[in-house]
């Protein structure tokens, strides 16, 4: 989906940045990926778009509060941790 190339390149421009600024162990310890948090569900025009931009989000991140998107991953995905 677009939300997930955009977030990939966020992703990137968080990473450059943390490395830039001495910060390193940030990502090391794998804190970059709840730099940017999904709040996504809000001014979509179904649950199904949530579901759907939501997961092309948790691509990359790990944080949301979009719950039809870690619905739409454990149900599709088998993933139990979603």
Known sequence: TTVCTQSREQKKIISRYLKETGSQDVIDKGLHLFKLHDFG???VSSV????TGGAGHLVNFLGTDT???LMMIKDYYGEPMA
């Open 67 to 69: 719950m039809a998107a």
């Open 48 to 51: 199904e778009s949530a579901a």
């Open 41 to 43: 569900f809000r001014g």
